[in-house]
């Protein structure tokens, strides 16, 4: 009940609907671009190809939904670092699973937005319960997401839930990650260089390093491209899940040592 109000106290703010309105920008743009492809390449979109395209776009994910969400990690965290949350948790540990537990709402409500503007943008498109004829062509630059997320043999439904489980555990982890390092550099200095350099590691990884795509941040942050990279579901998910847990539970364990 307690993360439920935290859900809602955090989605009536004004930074969402900047969030909102940018990301609906960036969806629709991706939309137009996604429909002159399925005219090229000779074959019919339906709800769930606009579904995945835009929820993974790596455009509005690396240029818009990162460095916001980057943003607001820094702002929690800041947060979350005062003398009384410090004496009651009594444990470094305990206190970056504070700082975590307290991001999930943040999380929550961008992958909500996200989701409900995919849905938006689906409107005048055939609503179908399977894959549409975009997703089974051969795959090409055109529909690579929708193709790597048919050729996984999981129904649409299923991978657009899992796109959204993963996009919201990368968001997590990088959180879990800033929130562990900053015990040891507890400044905002060292906040926002750390963040910074985050998000230039997955620009330049994603447009400089494709021969490596085990190394590219973008391929934690959607089904269709950790599927591509692994050929199974699970990886990026266990390795998401290993971060977050060793940023918990052993990062803040060499504090004790300082």
């Known amino acids: ?71 607001l990690s820094c702002l929690k965290i800041r947060e979350a670092w005062n003398m009384t ?23 929550a409500t961008a992958i909500m937005l996200i989701l409900v503007i995919s849905f938006l943008l689906t409107a005048g498109l055939r609503y179908e319960a ?9 795959i090409s630059t055109f529909n690579y997401m929708s193709s790597l ?6 129904s649409p439904y299923l991978v657009i839930f899992l796109q959204m489980c993963l996009l919201f555990l990368f968001l997590v982890t990088i959180h879990a990650f800033i929130s562990s390092l900053y015990l040891y550099f507890t400044n905002l200095v060292f906040l926002g260089g750390l963040s910074f350099c985050i998000l230039l590691y997955a620009l330049v990884t994603f447009r400089y390093f494709p021969d490596v795509p085990k190394l590219i941040t973008y ?7 950790s599927y ?11 390795i998401l899940l290993s971060i977050i847990l060793a940023s918990t539970y052993i990062i803040p364990l060499l504090k004790k040592s300082w």
Do not use: C
């Open 219 to 225: 391929n934690y942050m959607t089904f269709s491209s």
């Open 130 to 138: 399977n894959w549409s004829s975009f997703s089974r062509a051969s």
């Open 85 to 107: 949350n410090l004496i009651r948790m009594k444990s470094w540990w305990r206190w970056v699973h504070y700082s975590v537990t307290r991001f999930f709402p943040v999380t």
């Open 228 to 238: 591509g990279v692994y050929a199974a579901v699970y990886p990026a998910y266990v």
């Open 1 to 71: 009940m307690r993360y439920f109000k935290d859900f809602l106290n955090e989605i009536f703010t004004w930074k969402w609907v900047l969030f909102f309105v940018l990301t609906f920008i960036f969806g629709w743009s991706h939309r137009r671009h996604l429909m002159e492809s399925s005219t090229f390449i000779q074959a019919g979109l339906n709800q769930w190809d606009i579904l995945i395209a835009i929820s993974g776009d790596p455009i509005m994910l690396l240029n818009l939904t990162l460095p916001f969400m980057l943003l």
């Open 149 to 154: 997320s048919w050729q996984s043999g999981l």
